[in-house]
């Protein structure tokens, strides 16, 4: 387990340090979410109420569509040479190597995420600095979920010639849920509502309840099959 969790880190590692010297994938998640919240606010021509009440709903929206861009190059940035095939022979366990390409996409997609809030707030007048340390937790939880999940269609999808297309089409659906979840616990955060005590809704804390458990649900469920998706 130690060298499984060392061996993940040295490829999360590898992958960080490619990705940031060629920045293929984050200029274009990044550019992209940037251009679709500032499209998205001359768009639509809202009260402040109106705003709030979609925000969760737009930020999700955005992240999503940048979160595909990010983890549709998580193996196939090793075709090139067969590295992926190198890598798939080596002593390295087939966890290992899923889990550090999760969590290297994972870091990636916060990074453009942080990115976004500051053009979010200005562009849409929304306060969430005073919520920061909330959405921090929730962008966490939702942002884990896109990732290992995208991750494991990215091993799905990474030999088929239309893989930039068959990616989102897989995964969309199976985020639904997580993003349902993050939508509702986004808007009750920016509309002031308190996620944790006494005066937390019922709603906020059942969305939150719902990342958690599909963080888990899925997370369980693609290091179980990633050996045998790797290998077909």
Not at 10 to 36: G, H
Not at 88 to 97: E, K, N
């Amino acid at each position: 387990m130690k060298r499984g969790l060392i061996t993940a880190l040295a490829i999360a590692k590898k992958d960080l340090q490619t990705e940031l010297r060629t920045k293929e994938s984050i200029n274009a998640s990044a550019s992209f979410a940037l251009v679709i919240l500032v499209l998205f606010s001359f768009a639509f021509d809202l009260g402040r109420e109106e705003l709030y009440a979609i925000s969760g709903g737009m930020l999700w929206l955005v992240f999503s569509f940048a979160g595909a861009l990010i983890v549709n190059r998580s193996f196939a940035r090793e075709l090139p040479n067969d590295c992926l095939d190198v890598l798939i022979a080596s002593p390295a366990p087939a966890w290992a190597i899923f889990l550090g390409k999760s969590v290297a996409a994972f870091l990636l997609l916060f990074i453009v995420e942080l990115i976004s809030l500051p053009v979010f707030g200005l562009f849409y007048n929304i306060h969430w600095t005073d919520r920061f340390g909330g959405l921090l937790l929730v962008m966490a939880l939702a942002t884990w979920g896109i990732t290992v999940v995208g991750t494991a269609f990215s091993a799905v999808t990474v030999n088929i010639r239309l893989r930039e297309l068959m990616l989102p089409v897989l995964l969309y659906p199976i985020l639904i849920p997580l993003l349902i979840g993050a939508m509702g616990t986004t808007t009750a955060l920016l509309g002031g509502e308190p996620m944790f005590g006494q005066a937390a809704s019922g709603e906020a804390l059942a969305s939150l309840r719902l990342l958690v458990g599909f963080d888990v649900i899925y997370t369980s469920l693609a290091l179980y099959m990633i050996e045998f998706i790797l290998i077909v």
